[in-house]
C-alpha cells in the first residue's frame, strides 16, 4: 500500500497522544538531566607577581633567594588549596551562601563538602619559552606557574560567583598570613639564634682572656722571641761564667800571694821570730813541754798553752781542708767553662760540672760556718804589703759575688724562656682550639646578623607589599553559560523527544489492528467503497471540540509561562536576557 502525504498526516493526527505522551516523558528527562548535569561556572584568574625590589637589592652577595623565602610556585599553591578546600573551610561556604539546600536535608554536611571540593578546580598556567637553550639555563623558581585560575561549578549564577569570589578571597588571606607569619616567625628564630651565638662569643672571648693571663706568652709570635732571648740569655750566661772563672782565678792567685805573705811584723819571743800560725805552733808546744814537767797539768798556764795550741791546729786544719775545697772548686768551674764552651750549655757533661760546683760550694759554705770566714785573713795583721793583698782580695769577692748573683738572675731568666719554648706546641694547640671556636662564633654571628637583616626587609617587603604575591588580574564573573551549554542540550534533548514521538506514532500504528479510511479498506479487501459517508459533528461534539482547542492553548499558554519562569530562576534572569538580546541585536 502506498502512503501519500495525506495519509502520514493523518496518521499523525490520529496518534498525536502517542506522540504527545513519549515526548514529554523523554522531553521532560532531557530537562532534568541538563538541569542536574550542566551547571555555571565562574572562574578567576590569580597571577603571582614577582617582587618589586630587584632581588639583588635584598639578596646579600652569593645567597640563593630560595634559601630565604619559598617561591610562590605549583608547590605554595598546592600547600594554600588544600587549607582553602578543607572541609572546615566548605562548610562555612556552604552554611555562609546556602548552597545544597535540598541535600542538605538528607545528606551529613561534611559529605557535601566532599562533593563540592570535586566541583572547586585549580590550573597553572606555566610560561611558555620557546627558546630551549635559554630554559635550559632558567632555575626551578623561574621556571614554575607565572599564575593560575580558580573556578567553582554550580547550578546558580549568582551564587557561583560569589562563592568563586569568597574562595579567591580566602586563597587571598591565607597566602598573606602565612607569608607574614613565616617572615615574623624567621626575624624571631633568627633573633634568638644570634642571641644564643652572642652568650657563647662572650663565653669564648672570657676563656680566651683568661688563658692568655694564665700563659702571657701564648701568643704565636711569642715563640720566635722566646727562642731569640733563650739564645741572648745562654750566651750572657756563658760570658758570665767565663768571667766568674776567670775572677775565681785570680782570687785564688791572691790567696797563694797572701798564704806566702807574712801577715805581721817580725816579732821576737825568747828569740824566735813570731811569724806564721805554724812557727807559733812549734813554739808553744816546745814552751807546753818545758813548762809540763815544772807544773802539773791542771795548772792555769799549762791550760792555757793546750788551749792556744788546739785553736793552733784546728786553724790549721781549717785553712787545709777550705784550701782543698778551693782548689777544687776552681778546677770544677774551669771544666765548666770548657764544657759550656764546647757542648753547649744544655749538655749532660755541662749539667753534671754544674752540679758538682753546687755541691763543692755547699761543702766550702758548711766549712766556712765551722770556723771564722776570715780566718785566712788574720784580723789583727800589721804588714802593709799583707793588708793591701787582703783589701784587693776583698774587692775581688765583692766582683765574684756580684757576678754570681747576675748570673743566677740570667739562669733564671733562660730558665723561663727554656720553659716557654718547651710548653709552646701545647699552650699553641690550645689556644688554636680556643681560637679556633671563637673564629667559627664570630663567622656565625656575621652570618646570623646578614640573614636577620634580610630577613626584616622581607617582613618590610610584606608589610608594604613589595614582595612577591597573588594578584587578581581577571575577577570571577556572573556566569551566562553552563557546561555544558544548556541551550545545546535542551535543543538535542528537543529532538530526541520528537524522534522518540515519531517513533511512538510508528510503532502504535504498527500493532493497531484498526482500519483507518477508505484507501486502507480498499488496500485490505481488494474493492473500493461505493458512497464514503463523512463524519457529521453534533452540537455536542463541536462544543467539546471547542473545549479541547481552548485547553490546549491554555495549557501551551501555561507551559510557556512555567518555561520563562524555569528559564529565569535557573539559566539567567529574563531581563538579564532581554539585554543579552537586544546588544546582540544592535538595540538601543
Not at 521532560?28 to 632581588?55: C, H, M
Not at 792556744?308 to 778546677?331: F, H, M, N, V, Y
Request: charged residues 25%; glycine residues 4%; positive net charge.
Amino acid at each position: 500500500m502506498e502512503y501519500s502525504i495525506y495519509d502520514y498526516l493523518a496518521i499523525i493526527l490520529r496518534r498525536k497522544k502517542a506522540f504527545l505522551v513519549a515526548f514529554v516523558l523523554v522531553f521532560a528527562l532531557a530537562l532534568v538531566g541538563t538541569f542536574n548535569w550542566s551547571k555555571y561556572r565562574s572562574t578567576a584568574t590569580i597571577q603571582v607577581v614577582p617582587s618589586d625590589i630587584p632581588e639583588g637589592m635584598t639578596v646579600p652577595q652569593g645567597m640563593n633567594a630560595a634559601d630565604l623565602m619559598q617561591a610562590l610556585v605549583d608547590q605554595r599553591i598546592t600547600q594554600i588549596q588544600q587549607i582553602v578546600t578543607s572541609t572546615s573551610s566548605l562548610v562555612e561556604i556552604i552554611t555562609k551562601f546556602d548552597l545544597y539546600r535540598g541535600m542538605r536535608e538528607r545528606t551529613p554536611i561534611s559529605e557535601i563538602a566532599g562533593g563540592m571540593e570535586d566541583h572547586i578546580r585549580l590550573q597553572m598556567v606555566g610560561a611558555d619559552i620557546a627558546n630551549p637553550a635559554a630554559a635550559s639555563k632558567l632555575r626551578a623558581g623561574q621556571m614554575g606557574a607565572i599564575a593560575f585560575t580558580l573556578s567553582f561549578d554550580y547550578y546558580d549564577p549568582l551564587r557561583t560567583q560569589q562563592v568563586t569570589n569568597e574562595l579567591v578571597s580566602r586563597f587571598l588571606d591565607e597566602d598573606l598570613k602565612q607569608r607574614r607569619a613565616q617572615a615574623r616567625e624567621t626575624s624571631a628564630f633568627l633573633e634568638a639564634q644570634i642571641s644564643e651565638t652572642e652568650k657563647s662569643m662572650l663565653e669564648q672571648e672570657r676563656k680566651v682572656a683568661e688563658y692568655r693571663d694564665e700563659h702571657p706568652n701564648a701568643r704565636p709570635e711569642s715563640l720566635a722571641f722566646n727562642r731569640q732571648m733563650a739564645a741572648t740569655t745562654a750566651l750572657t750566661l756563658q760570658n758570665l761564667q767565663a768571667q766568674a772563672g776567670s775572677l775565681q782565678r785570680s782570687r785564688e792567685d791572691l790567696r797563694g800571694q797572701i798564704a806566702s805573705t807574712e801577715p805581721y811584723t817580725r816579732v821576737i819571743d825568747d828569740g824566735q821570730v813570731m811569724t806564721t800560725p805554724a812557727t807559733q805552733l812549734k813554739a808553744l808546744e816546745a814552751r807546753l813541754a818545758a813548762i809540763s814537767g815544772q807544773y802539773g797539768p791542771r795548772h792555769p798556764d799549762v791550760v792555757k798553752l793546750k788551749a792556744q795550741i788546739e785553736s793552733l791546729r784546728a786553724e790549721a786544719r781549717d785553712e787545709g781542708q777550705t784550701a782543698t775545697l778551693e782548689k777544687q772548686l776552681s778546677d770544677a768551674r774551669a771544666q765548666l767553662a770548657r764544657a759550656e764552651k764546647v757542648y753547649g750549655p744544655n749538655h749532660p757533661d755541662t749539667r753534671r760540672a754544674e752540679q758538682r760546683i753546687q755541691a763543692l760550694e755547699a761543702r766550702l759554705a758548711a766549712a766556712s760556718r765551722g770556723r771564722n770566714s776570715h780566718r785566712l785573713i788574720k784580723d789583727d795583721a800589721d804588714n802593709p804589703a799583707y793588708l793591701m793583698l787582703v783589701a784587693q782580695m776583698n774587692g775581688m769577692e765583692e766582683q765574684l759575688n756580684a757576678v754570681r748573683q747576675q748570673m743566677a738572675e740570667v739562669q733564671k731568666q733562660h730558665d723561663q724562656y727554656q720553659a716557654a719554648v718547651a710548653a709552646a706546641p701545647a699552650i699553641e694547640q690550645e689556644m688554636a682550639v680556643l681560637t679556633r671556636d671563637y673564629d667559627n662564633s664570630v663567622a656565625r654571628y656575621r652570618d646570623l646578623t646578614v640573614k636577620k637583616q634580610v630577613a626584616d626587609m622581607t617582613a618590610q617587603m610584606e608589610q608594604s607589599r613589595k614582595a612577591q604575591r597573588l594578584s587578581v588580574i581577571n575577577p570571577p564573573e556572573v556566569p551566562t553559560q553552563t557546561r555544558p551549554p544548556r541551550k545545546l542540550l535542551l535543543v538535542g534533548g528537543f529532538l530526541f523527544a520528537v524522534l522518540c514521538g515519531f517513533a511512538a506514532i510508528i510503532t502504535t500504528e504498527v500493532l493497531s489492528r484498526r482500519i483507518h479510511g477508505a484507501g486502507h479498506l480498499a488496500a485490505i479487501t481488494g474493492l473500493s467503497p461505493l458512497v464514503i459517508i463523512p463524519h457529521i459533528y453534533t452540537k455536542e461534539e463541536r462544543r467539546r471540540r471547542r473545549n479541547r482547542y481552548l485547553f490546549a492553548f491554555g495549557g501551551m499558554t501555561a507551559a510557556v509561562g512555567a518555561a520563562v519562569m524555569v528559564f529565569d530562576r535557573v539559566v539567567m534572569p529574563v531581563d538579564l536576557a532581554w539585554t543579552l538580546v537586544q546588544l546582540k541585536l544592535g538595540i538601543n
